[in-house]
């Protein structure tokens, strides 16, 4: 039998074992067939064995991470008290990933800058993917403004005891003056202890710069050592990747053991929203952005799934940037474009978390039973438009930014206990869409560059040797 031809079947079965299962747990739950626990546990894990059987015949990275979700969901569901000491893997898989980050960053920059010697190019990408970003976060605002005012939620919630206590972190507001100089380091060693993407990234725009400037003498050693660098950090960011499965297992069965599915219920409406509008964004902004610009879309979306499920699972937008740019590259855009947009636009491009904060603010005044005038909302969202961009190396930032929000609004602190509840929830959505926006910001400007490959965006081989 053609393997081709069992990998349809294996996910024929899945497909058809899974609706099944769904039927009869809808059976069980609405019509009161009360069927026993040892029956019910067996046929939820029945499809995902199944699919544990295609994603050993599929031999693809993205299908084992698909089918480790599945997994962490059910075992979450199941063994809560086990799930609830499980998020240590996934912390370690995101502490991999976050050494691969600096030196990545520093060495396809360097090389991309210093290796063309085209320092107008670096302007140009510069002033080009502010002004996208600009332009595509202020319509993902104005998404998130009319989705919510549309759904209505936070009118008339129930909110449950439990949620509404204890304290919110602490977090402190960020004037205009900490969000500029925190654009900058002051000591290179410290920004990349801190994890501070975009101070790595303005360091390594400086260095490349300057290894442009100098006699060829000293040039070409350092060009030979920052490309060897890239390809030690691409080939060391395929070995830390086949951890990933194991990593997104851990995360989703920690966050279904320790919230349960029942949060859900109470939140939905919200989650609800969050989820309709994000896909609203991708299928009526992104999308005709990728059909304007003639991008293969089948070739796009097979080079994004893989990093924007791994932003999914574990709602860490650095978890996915090593994979995300090693797949654009491949995709067609030059490595000079991609090390520059999806760094710089992890902190000027949360399209997602843009979305989700206009729509935080206007719940938080729903919840409070306080109406808020169209203008008031629309200088609200001026003001997001502003206080969104530059923070992403802030802890909490999108919390930082909302809690802001809400003392200049005059709004109360209460509903943002509510939100918290569900946040990790609502950040796997908004932190794939993240991803997901700059991945197809490095194509735009590419495009506009004049760079982009055409073939190799039709031939695309994500195939990789560890």
């Known amino acids: 039998m053609p393997p081709m031809y069992t990998q349809k079947r294996l996910l024929t079965g899945f497909l058809v074992s899974f609706t099944a299962v769904i039927m009869i747990l809808l059976a069980d739950h609405y019509a009161a067939l009360n069927l026993p626990v040892l029956l019910l546990i067996p046929l939820r894990w029945l499809p995902i064995l199944i699919f544990m059987v295609y994603a050993v015949k599929k031999k693809s990275l993205t299908t084992w991470i698909f ?42 920059l360097v090389t991309g800058i210093a290796g063309h010697a085209d320092l107008k190019q670096v302007g140009r990408m510069g002033w080009k993917s502010l002004l996208y970003f600009e332009i595509v976060s202020t319509i993902a605002l104005f998404i998130g403004l009319a989705a919510i005012n549309i759904s209505g939620a936070g009118h008339g919630v129930i909110v449950p005891e439990a949620m509404t206590r204890g304290a919110l972190p602490e977090v402190q507001a960020q004037g205009w003056r900490d969000i500029v100089l925190h654009v900058f380091p002051e000591n290179i060693a410290k920004s990349i202890a801190e994890g501070q993407v975009l101070q790595i990234v303005v360091f390594s ?14 040039r070409a050693p350092m060009l030979r050592f920052t490309g060897s660098l890239t390809a030690v950090m691409f080939k060391f960011t395929n070995m830390i990747m086949l951890f990933a499965p194991f990593a997104v297992f851990s995360a989703i069965a920690y966050s279904v053991g320790h919230m349960g599915l029942q949060v859900l219920l109470n939140l939905f409406e919200l989650l609800a929203t969050l989820y309709v509008s994000l896909i609203v964004f991708m299928l009526f902004v992104l999308l005709p952005i990728l059909l304007f610009l003639k991008v293969p879309l089948k070739n796009f979306v097979k080079a994004i799934s893989e ?6 699972a574990t709602t860490s937008s650095e978890s996915a940037l090593p994979r995300a740019m090693e797949n654009m590259e491949k995709f067609g ?9 999806i760094p710089t636009g992890y902190s000027f491009n949360l399209d997602g978390t843009t979305l989700y904060l206009a729509m935080a603010s206007i719940f938080v005044a729903n919840m409070a039973g306080i109406h808020l005038p169209f203008g008031t909302q629309i200088i609200m969202m001026l003001t997001l438009m502003l206080t969104s961009k530059g923070v ?64 190799k965006a039709k031939n695309l081989n994500l195939e990789t040797e560890v």
């Open 67 to 108: 089918f480790s979700m599945l997994a962490g969901i059910e075992f979450g569901y199941d063994l809560p008290a086990v799930a609830k000491e499980m998020n240590i893997v996934s912390q370690i898989f995101i502490h991999l990933v976050k050494t691969i980050i600096a030196p990545l960053l520093f060495g396809t």
């Open 205 to 218: 725009i400086l260095f490349g710069i300057a290894v442009a400037m100098v006699k060829e003498q000293y």
């Open 307 to 312: 990093p924007a499920t791994i932003a999914f």
């Open 333 to 341: 855009v030059p490595r000079q474009i991609v090390a520059f947009v």
């Open 392 to 455: 992403a190396g802030v802890p909490r930032a999108s919390l930082v930014i909302l809690l802001g929000t809400a003392a200049s609004f005059g709004l109360p602190i209460w509903p943002i206990f509510i939100i918290l509840g569900i946040d990790e929830l609502m950040d796997m959505a908004r932190t794939a869409t993240n991803v997901i926006g700059n991945c197809l910001a490095t194509v735009v400007i590419a495009r506009w560059e004049g760079e982009f490959d055409q073939e």
